[in-house]
């Protein structure tokens, strides 16, 4: 899903390509997706995409234990997501 040099990709790249940069909570599962723009107001459109996590805060459970990657260009934009499944 992920190519080798996405690891490098900056948020002003992942914006000129149209797609979303893809968020995980280590801790609690949740997952979103955000506008690149969204991250490049507040953190600069030189960071690297993978960089973004440290300064990002899960909405559900509050940890910060979070992951970003690029993700993929999204089929609906910036819908909500769906609800989480509960096991
Ligand atoms: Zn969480």
Redesign the pocket.
Same mark, same amino acid.
Do not use: F, P, Q
């Given at each position: 899903m992920f190519g080798a040099g996405d690891r490098k990709i900056t948020l002003g790249e992942l914006r000129r390509s149209g797609r979303t940069v893809y968020c995980r %909570?280590k801790? %609690?599962?949740?997952e979103s997706c955000l506008a690149p723009r969204h991250l490049i107001e507040r953190l600069g459109s030189d960071l690297r995409v993978i960089s973004a996590a440290r300064h990002l805060r %899960?909405?559900? %459970?509050?940890?910060k234990?979070?992951v970003s990657l690029p993700g993929e260009r999204p089929k609906h934009p910036f819908q909500m997501p769906p609800p989480p499944e509960r096991s």
């Open positions: %909570c801790d %609690c599962h949740h %899960c909405s559900r %459970c509050g940890s234990n979070v």
